[in-house]
């Protein structure tokens, strides 16, 4: 093995279809377990079948016949998750609610998400909490192994209410039901049960409903958009499939204290907490994904009435009544400090937050990028390096249902693996720039090297 730079994981690459059935050992290696993040170095790693068989200090190494892989000056932390984003595979920048993505194929935009969970994975994101139809199917394909991509934990369509938030009212009734590309129309409670149980049918892995608006030119998230009977009843039948999770898109007071009744597992966004709500988050163990970046600087992304926003344009009002209403300064920054005092609530009563970009198409957001944008805006607003990595592993594989299988390196666990030339938790830029990764590993079996897939 030629352990020259830029080549030390050459005999990864050379056999990485026979590691998936084999032994491999990483020696000499400095490892960040994603628990307590404390560096431990001279450490062996041992691999078999994609999982993580064995850690120990070299000092207690024997070696045998598995093949061993000499990492020294390397460390190894967990994979990153995001525990929010749709991998929509579609291509605009919000105008008219989401019609410039309706109105392609949806075999393009299926193709196109490939892509994205791709782009991710280059990150160094090797699990994906997806709100999508593709990631229904993406998970399939990734988890046959015949190309490199992310572990894809499915929620498919969230449900949401007809005309409410991910609705395109612009748009046929009929053709959105048909086409619409993360959200299915779902109204009454039988009818919720239903679509739980459709979407539960095409294999997901969690449900995810919309119970408030979202901002969008045809909805506000001032509205409640779910009856607490139409909650129950989506948080009911998705519980009956047991390991079944719910998380549910939460932007007002009253309905996080809905959800929470009715027994959600984890609060999307969340930026009208207060401590009563925080308090019983914690206590039940409901996770807080805040998207924090998206929500701080929605107003930098946002166009409003009277404003030249760059991104995300948004229509005139949808309602008449409001069409000559517009927003102020004052009530802008009176949303970015409810949204940054909930998130600080939230810490301080120690609510579980994983991490969520909740990017939905490019070139809205990009993918990957708006990800680690989520990381740095974590500890801009108060979290330690170490509470931000964890939300990045150890939370949000909690968030995924997934704590069993990811988010540490822990024996048993699976083989998702980053690999740096220096600590990043003490050089946060390591872990945020994509060229600071040296190699992901997904399964036990070398993915990418160097910011290119590695096959």
């Known amino acids: 093995i030629?352990?020259?730079?830029?080549?030390?994981?050459?005999?990864?690459?050379?056999?990485?279809?026979?590691?998936?059935?084999?032994?491999?050992?990483?020696?000499?290696?400095?490892?960040?377990?994603?628990?307590n993040n404390r560096a431990k170095p001279d450490m062996f790693l041992k691999i078999h079948d994609g999982n993580i068989e064995e850690?120990?200090?070299?000092?207690?190494?024997?070696?045998?016949?598995?093949?061993?892989?000499?990492?020294?000056?390397?460390?190894?932390?967990?994979?990153?998750?995001?525990?929010?984003?749709?991998?929509?595979?579609?291509?605009?920048?919000?105008?008219?609610?989401?019609?410039?993505?309706?109105?392609?194929?949806?075999?393009?935009?299926?193709?196109?998400?490939?892509?994205?969970?791709?782009?991710?994975?280059?990150?160094?994101?090797?699990?994906?909490?997806?709100?999508?139809?593709?990631?229904?199917?993406?998970?399939?394909?990734?988890?046959?192994?015949?190309?490199?991509?992310p572990k894809v934990i499915a929620c498919g369509p969230g449900l949401a209410r007809s005309g409410g938030h991910c609705d395109s009212p612009q748009l046929p009734l009929e053709f959105v039901k048909k086409n619409h590309f993360w959200a299915i129309l779902s109204d009454g409670r039988e009818e919720c049960i239903k679509n739980v149980r459709r979407v539960l049918r095409e294999g997901a892995d969690q449900i995810k409903f919309w119970a408030t608006g979202g901002n969008w030119g045809t909805d506000r998230i001032t509205d409640t958009h779910y009856s607490q009977e139409e909650m129950n009843a989506i948080c009911?039948?998705?519980?009956?499939?047991?390991?079944?999770?719910?998380?549910?898109?939460?932007?007002?007071?009253e309905t996080i204290r809905m959800a929470l009744k009715a027994g959600v597992?984890?609060?999307?966004?969340?930026?009208?907490?207060?401590?009563?709500?925080?308090?019983?988050?914690?206590?039940?163990?409901?996770?807080?994904?805040?998207?924090?970046y998206l929500l701080a600087n929605w107003y930098d992304f946002v166009k409003t009435p009277g404003s030249d926003a760059p991104k995300l344009i948004r229509p005139d009002a949808f309602l008449y009544r409001e069409a000559d209403t517009l927003l102020t300064d004052q009530e802008k920054s009176r949303y970015h400090k409810?949204?940054?005092?909930?998130?600080?609530?939230?810490?301080?009563?120690?609510?579980?937050?994983?991490?969520?970009?909740?990017?939905?198409?490019?070139?809205?957001?990009?993918?990957?990028?708006?990800?680690?944008?989520?990381?740095?805006?974590?500890?801009?607003?108060?979290?330690?390096?170490?509470?931000?990595?964890k939300s990045a592993t150890e939370i949000a594989a909690q968030a995924c249902g997934m704590a069993h299988r990811v988010g540490t390196i822990e024996p048993g666990k699976a083989a998702d693996l980053l690999l740096f030339k220096e600590n990043p938790v003490e050089n946060i830029k390591m872990l945020t720039d994509k060229d600071n990764i040296e190699y992901v590993i997904v399964d036990g079996k070398l993915a990418v090297e160097h910011g290119k897939l590695a096959w």
């Not at 991490?355 to 740095?376: F, I, R």
């Open 236 to 253: 009911e039948e998705a519980h009956r499939i047991a390991g079944t999770m719910v998380c549910a898109h939460c932007e007002t007071e």
């Open 55 to 149: 850690i120990g200090p070299m000092a207690n190494y024997v070696p045998s016949a598995s093949r061993e892989v000499d990492m020294s000056g390397y460390y190894a932390m967990p994979g990153l998750i995001d525990a929010h984003i749709h991998l929509a595979g579609g291509r605009g920048c919000g105008l008219w609610g989401d019609t410039e993505i309706l109105c392609e194929p949806k075999e393009v935009r299926a193709m196109r998400s490939v892509y994205e969970a791709q782009k991710m994975l280059k990150h160094g994101f090797t699990t994906l909490r997806d709100i999508s139809w593709n990631g229904l199917y993406l998970k399939r394909i990734f988890h046959d192994k015949v190309m490199p991509g």
């Open 265 to 292: 597992d984890t609060i999307e966004h969340g930026e009208e907490l207060n401590e009563k709500l925080a308090e019983e988050m914690s206590q039940k163990g409901v996770i807080l994904v805040p998207t924090l």
């Open 338 to 389: 409810q949204v940054i005092d909930s998130f600080h609530l939230a810490l301080k009563k120690g609510v579980k937050i994983a991490l969520g970009s909740d990017t939905v198409y490019e070139p809205a957001c990009e993918y990957g990028e708006q990800s680690m944008q989520e990381l740095k805006e974590l500890i801009k607003q108060g979290m330690s390096i170490d509470q931000a990595i």
């Open 2 to 35: 030629q352990q020259t730079e830029g080549s030390v994981l050459l005999f990864i690459i050379e056999r990485g279809e026979m590691m998936i059935e084999g032994r491999y050992v990483l020696t000499n290696i400095t490892i960040i377990n994603g628990k």
